[in-house]
T-cell receptor, first 111, second 111 residues
């Protein structure tokens, strides 16, 4: 079945860019999602990309998809302390309409 | 975008009892899902809630332990039966329309 992997921790300085990486195994995954979870809160959908796209930009967020390598990244420009959270990558498992989640990357933003 | 609400938001329960969690979506969604997020972990899919028929359970989850109902396109319930401390988790409802959204979660603590 689908497997989604992420690095567990990222620390950046306020104002720098953050890049969170994700790999997945199912080449037939149709949609790939990024969710944000703040402490004690639910999941907030940040953005998603369809598998026939290479890039999607939405304000400070840029998603890059390398379908050949099955690699997805989320870039946050001008990272702020309010961006501190856990970021989950998720792949819509092709043919099953199920979201498979990575373990989550904890982003810490320091002054 | 769809808004998903869950009740209760949190509960503390005694071992051996059962708790039913309700999920309401403010618009019709094609699919509804229930996920579990154990402390410090990622999300694991429990089952797909099917309208008017039995839910489709993932490996490791069974109907006797997690009975699910979905009487219409916008409402579903998950019951956690005969609870033990190992069931302490956040339980999240999710709906799939144009995008996949999540409810705020129900934080369950079993003593």
């Amino acid at each position: 079945g689908e497997d989604v992997e992420q690095s567990l921790f990222l620390s950046v300085r306020e104002g720098d860019s953050s890049v969170i990486n994700c790999t997945y195994t199912d080449s037939s995954s149709t949609y790939l999602y990024w969710y944000k979870q703040e402490p004690g809160a639910g999941l907030q959908l940040l953005t998603y990309i369809f598998s026939n796209m290479d890039m999607k930009q939405d304000q400070r967020l840029t998603v890059l998809l390398n379908k050949k390598d099955k690699h997805l990244s989320l870039r946050i420009a001008d990272t702020q302390t309010g961006d501190s959270a856990i970021y989950f990558c998720a792949a819509l498992s092709g043919g099953y309409n199920k979201l498979i989640f990575g373990a989550g990357t904890r982003l810490a933003v320091h002054p | 975008s769809a808004v998903i609400s869950q009740k209760p938001s949190r509960d503390i329960c005694q071992r051996g009892t059962s708790l039913t969690i309700q999920c309401q979506v403010d618009s019709q969604v094609t699919m509804m899902f229930w996920y579990r997020q154990q402390p410090g972990q990622s999300l694991t899919l429990i089952a797909t809630a099917n309208q008017g028929s039995e839910a489709t359970y993932e490996s490791g989850f069974v109907i006797d332990k997690f009975p699910i109902s979905r009487p219409n396109l916008t409402f579903s319930t998950l019951t956690v039966s005969n609870m033990s401390p190992e069931d302490s988790s956040i339980y999240l409802c999710s709906g799939l329309g144009n995008e996949q959204f999540f409810g705020p979660g129900t934080r369950l603590t079993v003593l």
